[in-house]
T-cell receptor, first 114, second 116 residues
Framework: AQKVTQAQTEISVVEKEDVTLDCVYETRDTTYYLFWYKQPPSGELVFLIRRNSFDEQNEISGRYSWNFQKSTSSFNFTITASQVVDSAVYFCALTENTGNQFYFGTGTSLTVIP | NAGVTQTPKFQVLKTGQSMTLQCAQDMNHEYMSWYRQDPGMGLRLIHYSVGAGITDQGEVPNGYNVSRSTTEDFPLRLLSAAPSQTSVYFC???????????????FGSGTQLSVL
């Protein structure tokens, strides 16, 4: 079974629209860590955020915000007032305290249309 | 600030050939790993290492070998390349130690490999 599910394969929005990328995870551990990475067209993987399972506070960084809800096992990512530079593939990932592996979702490809 | 360095950036192989993808990091990270990225499949873990002399298999280890003789280097060997190994390969490292893996990964720039 997939430990990290990103059900949205591709999303297109018009510039300045808000967009939310969904991430649902599965783990039996009580201590775990969640991540978001961005992969722009140039191909490199850029770290965006790390969140541990004990910190359910939402986080905002500029136009980016993250909503962590343990009750629904979700760690969703919202981009406010999207820009063309936000066009990228976004990956959600999970690590568990009892293991040594990162589990990545299949990614969501976001296209922001000018 | 080199970070994680992968070589080569591009490689074309014929079926049956062998080669080594190089990965080096200068951040004194204990944890290093190799992923392959295929369309629609996300990033899948091939092998990882939690320190020099220690390696383990990930989700898709078949056809690949690794070794970790130093903290800095973690090469990935394709023993007999197959078309199914055509992919983009990423090396990644983190501060995580042997007991837990919870720090962010630093990625190399990737190697695009084609096996004909």
């Amino acid at each position: 079974a997939q430990k990290v599910t990103q059900a949205q394969t591709e999303i297109s929005v018009v510039e300045k629209e808000d967009v939310t990328l969904d991430c649902v995870y599965e783990t039996r551990d009580t201590t775990y860590y969640l991540f978001w990475y961005k992969q722009p067209p140039s191909g490199e993987l850029v770290f965006l955020i790390r969140r541990n399972s004990f910190d359910e506070q939402n986080e905002i960084s500029g136009r980016y915000s993250w909503n962590f809800q343990k009750s629904t096992s979700s760690f969703n990512f919202t981009i406010t007032a999207s820009q063309v530079v936000d066009s990228a593939v976004y990956f959600c990932a999970l690590t568990e305290n009892t293991g040594n592996q990162f589990y990545f979702g299949t990614g969501t490809s976001l296209t922001v249309i000018p | 600030n080199a970070g994680v360095t992968q070589t080569p950036k591009f490689q074309v192989l014929k079926t049956g050939q062998s080669m080594t993808l190089q990965c080096a990091q200068d951040m004194n990270h204990e944890y290093m790993s190799w992923y392959r990225q295929d369309p629609g499949m996300g990033l899948r873990l091939i092998h990882y290492s939690v320190g020099a002399g220690i390696t383990d298999q990930g989700e898709v280890p078949n056809g690949y070998n690794v070794s970790r003789s130093t903290t800095e280097d973690f090469p990935l060997r394709l023993l007999s390349a197959a078309p199914s190994q055509t992919s983009v390969y990423f090396c990644a490292s983190s501060y995580s130690g042997q007991s837990t893996t919870n720090e962010k990964l630093f990625f190399g720039s990737g190697t695009q490999l084609s096996v004909l």
